[in-house]
């Protein structure tokens, strides 16, 4: 695979993710759309992982890893498409491209890494001020999305939170190996969550787009693009591959306006322009900061 053709995927993919969610929980209920999805995932995935002859570990540092990643995935997963009646893609896309701020808040407390410097504290400040601006302009036009916005944080908290424990853990396993077992763990989370919110299978009342869109997310989303994330990263370098966390809210925002019909406010506009150069700030308002000084 080429490097170009991975970072075009996981631009695209990551961009209709939201979309897919809103799409797939449309007439199938929520808990039932995801645990399908990462169920199509881990039966591709577990063909793949045979016929490739990739081992995956079962010693307890990996299960440990297993465990923080099924953190992201159930968590964040399950908070995300109960979001789903609530919330817009777009919003969906711009609140989850906060991640890199959380999951730097987190690393602090539980990595004890650096605290930000100015340029950080400066990027922080604007994006929660974005966010602040998006949030109150969809609660004042439905006052029912402050329970979307509240499960929307939590998803992406449940995300930034298994990523930087993740990093806590020393191994080394091949990215479909983890995540496999990942899903393995998730897999009866999800199907608990789904008998006991609902335990119905109406087939008869799920659309075709809910469907394609369950198939789309658990071949791509959950399989593919993960994988294609890994391949960049580990060839690209990290402010190369954090430009994806700034290109996907746009494309999320176009793409519900146009094949969803959600509407664009001047509010939801401002917010994701402050936003997103609160991130650039973030990643790259040091480095900025020192090529001035030595102009």
């Not at 939590?154 to 983890?178: G, Q």
């Not at 999800?190 to 869109?213: H, K, N, P, Y």
């Not at 994330?229 to 746009?250: D, M």
């Amino acid at each position: 695979m080429k490097v170009p053709i991975a970072y075009l995927a996981v631009v695209i993919i990551w961009s209709t993710t939201p979309l897919g969610i809103l799409w797939s929980s449309d007439t199938v209920p929520p808990a039932m759309a995801v645990m399908l999805r990462m169920a199509i995932a881990a039966l591709l995935g577990t063909v793949v992982l045979v016929f490739s002859r990739i081992k995956l570990p079962v010693s307890a540092n990996a299960f440990k890893l297993y465990s923080y990643s099924t953190l992201g995935v159930y968590g964040g997963m399950m908070c995300g498409y109960f979001s789903a009646p609530y919330v817009t893609s777009g919003f969906m896309s711009l609140v989850f491209g906060l991640s890199p701020i959380v999951s730097g808040l987190l690393a602090q407390k539980i990595l004890n890494e650096a605290a930000f410097d100015r340029s950080k504290i400066i990027a922080m400040t604007i994006c929660f001020i974005g966010l602040f601006i998006v949030c109150w302009d969809k609660i004042a036009v439905d006052s029912d999305s402050v329970i979307g916005i509240g499960l929307l944080l939590a998803a992406m908290t449940f995300f930034s939170l298994s990523a930087v424990m993740v990093k806590s853990v020393s191994i080394s396993i091949h990215p479909l190996a983890t995540t496999l077992g990942t899903l393995y763990c998730a897999l009866p989370l999800f199907f608990l969550t789904w008998f006991v919110t609902d335990g119905q299978v109406d087939v008869e009342q799920w659309s075709s787009r809910s469907l394609f869109a369950i198939i789309y997310l658990g071949v791509f989303g959950s399989l593919i693009g993960f994988i294609a994330y890994f391949f960049v990263l580990q060839r690209l370098p990290t402010s190369t591959v954090a430009l994806v966390t700034l290109i996907t809210p746009v494309f999320a925002i176009i793409l519900g306006a146009v094949f969803n019909q959600e509407a664009i406010s001047q509010q939801l506009v401002m917010g994701a322009i402050l936003i997103t150069f609160g991130l650039s700030i973030y990643f790259w308002g040091k480095r900025f900061a020192l090529q001035l000084k030595l102009l």
